[in-house]
């Protein structure tokens, strides 16, 4: 089945529609008396005609069981005064100022979307981002509609020991008479989608922060009773984000009181609700003996996210969602910015680079392709990507390379002086920064409107006999939905070294080229027979580079490049070179490539071995690129002929940099310090597990018991999960015991146990498909948990190469079935969910048959989300 796109049925809002809205509200009492069958809201809101030929009020509403509505003293009649639609309800009505009184019920047990009021875990939570607060009352449910929100909680449950809301506590009651009521108000005035409330039972852990004009701010940290142990990480992180803010960007809190709460039920990583962010517990919980160093990374840099949201989302927030990059480009930015300067600046960039190379990539190549800012949108939930997030990020990057530290900074002043307490737009962003530094940024704001990946090509050759001219061409090519492309201000960061690896001058500014138009060339004063180009440092543009490098040239940049990032990326390009080479040398089928390969790597290990850089440089050296970042690198990919390839090419590293490991590992595993989350720690584990990684590829039979030994002295979980991991590579028995192992000591931590599922998901047994349905029936399993989702399923999906794409097609059709039962329970987490499947045409074609058979299945079942139908609508409309 084909579908026309003139014949779809979805309804979008685009982007160039915008209206503002005919009402506004000023200000919101919120009124909750909690029941998790039933929870009645009472809404007394007080709101301004804008629009002054307006006589018409319409509120979002989803889900609402109304009771009474009221205008200033007037019970209103349904159909005279107002009427039902099905996204919410229409008022009748020409007064300038009025109240307006809207009393309704929700179910929050009844809630498993996990979006509006929802009650999980024996507590009640909300997510109101994007458009969740229609689901807890009739409301002007858009972000340029800002009211202050005063917010009563009436529980009857004295096991509710918090009533929490956003901003400043003004009353509690206590509990009296059978019941209990805190009242909550929040100064500032914003949009709906910062609305929370969470009530429950929690323990509490309380620090303090004094600002740099010396207000104290109290910080409370809620969770899970009995994990308070768990906490003390994240209160660090958030202390360090707050003067990170305060130092690097003269932001300051603005509340008396930061609260976070962990809950184990949370559609995504947090959510920055004013004074109140919700966290999932994966990215609050943390100590040495349940997260790994990578865990400890992770939380910090989420709570220093969301913390930076306050001014870059909450204070200065959007004007509509399309929108959505000029809170989330800027805020990912900030916390790149923030890990850079807390860890490592090296280490936090690749892992951007990889995720910008294996996602973002991805999404910009397949049906879901949309620009930073979206012009078209069915469902927002399905616009909270690696585009706009991510990419959005790395265009954010772009203009601060571009204005330098300083000019970005005047920017950053010059835009909450102009829009503080504002809803605006992403051009509002960018004319700020333009305005502040006297430059023209017309031309870099495509970069906001265009879609897909810009492919830079690069070309060398000689002029005359002593100098060689590099051309850059950039090529646009068009998407699904934009024919036309132009070109894109691409800042290229670069070096070029001669045959003895001494640096060219390239007489280029801060050794970039700037490419403004699609062709630019460099001229240099070597040979062409001589030069090495080192392209795209930094990953200095989300751009795809091609040049056709040999290995002499990668080997030179690997020895002689002053900087760590181009040895990295020339070692990831040599392992692509060799990768491909094995793939197209039919899976290796063909002795003289594995000649050739074992030549190769024996060249590459020697340039590895001499290298003297630090160990964390080391570590990320010595890993090959992923299988999912190579399906961009072939066309028409065969994932498991591409597995197996990639394999090859890791097994004869192994084999041949055994010494080397073994030795670095061991020196490394020698007197273990008392866990500690600092660099040299994580530095020296992260090579070691890196090597031990690498060594369980290997055909010696002395790493299996170094495996099981580092398992079993193992005091944290980096080097727990470190063997856990080197044992599924090695495909022994040791993995099963020690994942039995892992189940008794951990059974009863839900975070912990995540790790579990997402390595029993990610197993080469031949049935796992029927692992998958026993891991289903496990306790703590729960298809209402998107953690649990994610992980089980999830990683099947995402990287189980063998299992998931399956000649018979029974992978795809596993996720396809799960898909079908999990949209009724959760649509947003079926639609992220989704995405192995959106791409299938990167997949060769007896894959592409397979998918698109199940995406055509997913398409005739009745009753699909919104969610689900945009996606799979778009991807057969391809
Ligand atoms: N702003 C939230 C994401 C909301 C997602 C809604 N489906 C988290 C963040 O980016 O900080
Ligand atoms: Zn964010």
């Known amino acids: 089945m084909t579908i026309s796109s003139t014949t779809s049925p979805l309804l979008s809002?685009?982007?160039?529609?915008?209206?503002?809205?005919?009402?506004?509200?000023?200000?919101?009492d919120l009124r909750f008396e909690l029941s998790p069958q039933e929870t009645k809201v009472t809404a007394v809101s007080t709101i301004k005609r804008i629009d002054t030929q307006s006589s018409v009020l319409f509120l979002d509403g989803k889900d609402l069981c109304l009771q009474s509505i009221k205008i200033d003293d007037q019970i209103l009649t349904e159909n005279d005064d107002y009427k039902m639609l099905d996204n919410g309800l229409e008022l009748y009505t020409s007064l300038a100022t009025f109240t307006l009184t809207v009393v309704n019920t929700i179910k929050p047990i009844e809630n498993t979307s996990l979006e509006g009021l929802y009650y999980s875990n024996n507590a009640y939570c909300s997510q109101c981002e994007a458009e969740g607060f229609r689901k807890i009352t009739y409301f002007l449910d858009r972000p340029d509609v800002l009211a202050i929100f005063t917010v009563s909680i009436v529980s009857t449950a004295e096991a509710d020991t918090y009533l929490l809301s956003n901003?400043?506590?003004?009353?509690?009651?206590?509990?009296?008479?059978?019941?209990?009521?805190?009242?909550?108000?929040?100064?500032?005035?914003?949009?709906?989608?910062?609305?929370?409330?969470?009530?429950?039972?929690?323990?509490?852990?309380?620090?303090?922060?004094?600002?740099?004009?010396?207000?104290?701010?109290?910080?409370?940290?809620?969770?899970?009773?009995?994990?308070?142990?768990?906490g003390q990480h994240a209160l660090d992180s958030l202390k360090k984000a707050m003067s990170?803010?305060?130092?690097?960007?003269?932001?300051?809190?603005?509340?008396?009181?930061?609260?976070?709460?962990?809950?184990?039920?949370?559609?995504?990583?947090?959510?920055?609700?004013?004074?109140?962010?919700?966290?999932?517990?994966?990215?609050?919980?943390?100590?040495?003996?349940?997260?790994?160093?990578?865990?400890?990374?992770?939380?910090?840099?989420?709570i220093a996210h969301e913390y930076f949201h306050n001014w870059t989302g909450n204070r200065v927030t959007c004007r509509d969602w399309f929108q959505l990059s000029l809170k989330e480009g800027l805020t990912v930015f900030r916390d790149q910015q923030f890990s850079a300067d807390m860890y490592s600046d090296l280490v936090t960039r690749i892992s951007h680079v990889n995720v910008m190379r294996e996602n973002q990539f991805a999404e910009d190549a397949g049906p879901m392709s949309h620009p930073i800012r979206p012009d078209?949108?069915?469902?927002?939930?399905?616009?909270?990507?690696?585009?706009?997030?991510?990419?959005?990020?790395?265009?954010?990057?772009?203009?601060?390379t571009l204005l330098g530290k300083a000019g970005f900074r005047k920017g950053m002043d010059e835009y909450f002086a102009r829009h503080d307490g504002q809803a605006v737009t992403c051009d509002d962003f960018v004319n700020a920064m333009q305005d502040a530094n006297g430059a023209d940024l017309s031309h870099f704001k495509r970069w906001y409107s265009q879609s897909g990946t810009p492919r830079v090509r690069v070309e060398q050759a000689s002029t005359g006999d002593?100098?060689?001219?590099?051309?850059?061409?950039?090529?646009?090519?068009?998407?699904?939905?934009?024919?036309?492309?132009?070109?894109?201000?691409?800042?290229?960061?670069?070096?070029?070294?001669?045959?003895?690896?001494?640096?060219?001058?390239?007489?280029?500014?801060?050794?970039?080229?700037?490419?403004?138009?699609?062709?630019?060339?460099?001229?240099?004063?070597?040979?062409?027979?001589?030069i090495t180009p080192s392209l795209l440092q930094?990953?200095?543009?989300?751009?795809?580079?091609?040049?056709?490098?040999?290995?002499?040239?990668?080997?030179?940049?690997?020895?002689?490049?002053?900087?760590?990032?181009?040895?990295?990326?020339?070692?990831?390009?040599?392992?692509?070179?060799?990768?491909?080479?094995?793939?197209?040398?039919?899976?290796?089928?063909?002795?003289?490539?594995?000649?050739?390969?074992?030549?190769?790597?024996?060249?590459?290990?020697?340039?590895?071995?001499?290298?003297?850089?630090?160990?964390e440089v080391l570590a990320q050296i010595l890993s090959v690129p992923s299988a999912e970042s190579?399906?961009?690198?072939?066309?028409?990919?065969?994932?498991?002929?591409?597995?197996?390839?990639?394999?090859?090419?890791?097994?004869?590293?192994?084999?041949?940099?055994?010494?080397?490991?073994?030795?670095?590992?061991?020196?490394?595993?020698?007197?273990?310090?008392?866990?500690?989350?600092?660099?040299?720690?994580?530095?020296?584990?992260?090579?070691?597990?890196?090597?031990?990684?690498?060594?369980?590829?290997?055909?010696?039979?002395?790493?299996?018991?170094?495996?099981?030994?580092?398992?079993?002295?193992?005091?944290?979980?980096?080097?727990?999960?470190?063997?856990?991991?080197?044992?599924?590579?090695?495909?022994?028995?040791t993995f099963d015991s020690l994942m039995i192992a892992f189940e008794e000591q951990f059974g009863d931590d839900a975070v912990v146990m995540d790790k579990w599922f997402a390595m029993q998901a990610k197993s080469s047994k031949t049935d796992i498909l029927a692992h998958l349905d026993l891991l289903q029936a496990h306790q703590q399993y729960s298809i209402k948990n998107p953690n649990k989702v994610r992980s089980l399923i999830g990683s099947f999906a995402f990287y189980?190469?063998?299992?998931?794409?399956?000649?018979?097609?029974?992978?795809?059709?596993?996720?396809?079935?799960?898909?079908?039962?999990?949209?009724?329970?959760?649509?947003?987490?079926?639609?992220?969910?989704?995405?192995?499947?959106?791409?299938?045409?990167?997949?060769?074609?007896?894959?592409?048959?397979?998918?698109?058979?199940?995406?055509?299945?997913?398409?005739?079942?009745?009753?699909?989300?919104?969610?689900l139908f945009e996606k799979i609508s778009k991807a057969l409309i391809m």
């Not at 922060?209 to 940290?221: C, H, N, R, V, Y």
């Not at 039920?265 to 040495?288: H, I, P, Q, R, T």
């Not at 100098?467 to 036309?484: C, E, K, V, W, Y």
């Open 13 to 28: 809002k685009k982007r160039r529609d915008y209206t503002p809205p005919s009402h506004t509200i000023e200000t919101v």
């Open 167 to 230: 901003g400043n506590l003004i009353t509690d009651t206590g509990f009296e008479n059978g019941e209990r009521t805190c009242v909550w108000e929040d100064p500032f005035p914003k949009p709906s989608y910062l609305f929370a409330l969470v009530a429950g039972h929690f323990d509490k852990l309380v620090d303090e922060f004094t600002t740099q004009s010396g207000k104290k701010i109290a910080l409370e940290l809620f969770v899970d009773e009995g994990r308070l142990g768990q």
């Open 376 to 400: 078209e949108v069915v469902e927002m939930s399905n616009f909270y990507t690696v585009t706009v997030y991510n990419k959005g990020a790395e265009v954010i990057r772009m203009l601060h």
């Open 630 to 733: 190579l399906y961009s690198q072939i066309e028409k990919v065969d994932p498991i002929m591409l597995y197996h390839a990639r394999h090859k090419v890791v097994v004869q590293l192994s084999n041949t940099l055994h010494h080397f490991c073994i030795r670095h590992y061991l020196r490394l595993s020698q007197n273990p310090r008392p866990y500690a989350y600092e660099k040299q720690q994580v530095n020296n584990r992260s090579l070691k597990n890196t090597c031990l990684h690498l060594l369980a590829h290997s055909s010696a039979e002395t790493v299996a018991p170094l495996i099981a030994l580092q398992y079993k002295n193992a005091h944290n979980m980096s080097d727990r999960l470190g063997a856990l991991k080197a044992a599924q590579v090695t495909q022994d028995d």
């Open 800 to 867: 189980n190469t063998l299992g998931f794409h399956q000649i018979d097609g029974s992978g795809y059709k596993y996720l396809t079935d799960y898909l079908i039962t999990l949209d009724k329970v959760n649509p947003q987490i079926a639609s992220r969910l989704m995405t192995p499947l959106m791409q299938f045409s990167r997949y060769a074609s007896t894959n592409q048959v397979l998918i698109k058979a199940q995406l055509n299945r997913l398409y005739g079942v009745k009753g699909l989300s919104k969610d």
């Open 466 to 530: 002593s100098q060689t001219t590099l051309s850059f061409t950039q090529i646009n090519t068009p998407t699904r939905t934009q024919a036309q492309k132009q070109d894109l201000y691409v800042p290229i960061k670069l070096e070029c070294f001669d045959k003895n690896g001494h640096k060219v001058d390239t007489r280029l500014k801060n050794d970039t080229l700037v490419m403004n138009s699609a062709s630019t060339a460099l001229v240099l004063d070597v040979p062409n027979e001589q």
């Open 244 to 302: 990170w803010d305060e130092q690097n960007y003269g932001l300051e809190y603005d509340l008396d009181i930061y609260m976070i709460v962990a809950v184990d039920f949370f559609n995504m990583g947090a959510m920055e609700n004013k004074g109140l962010n919700v966290f999932n517990s994966k990215f609050v919980l943390a100590d040495a003996h349940t997260a790994t160093d990578e865990d400890y990374f992770n939380v910090e840099a989420v």
């Open 538 to 615: 930094d990953f200095s543009a989300p751009v795809l580079i091609e040049y056709d490098y040999t290995l002499s040239q990668l080997l030179i940049i690997i020895e002689f490049a002053g900087n760590d990032y181009a040895k990295w990326e020339a070692s990831h390009n040599a392992y692509i070179m060799l990768i491909k080479e094995i793939y197209n040398a039919a899976n290796g089928a063909n002795n003289n490539a594995d000649m050739q390969l074992r030549q190769d790597i024996e060249k590459l290990a020697t340039a590895i071995k001499n290298l003297t850089v630090a160990p």
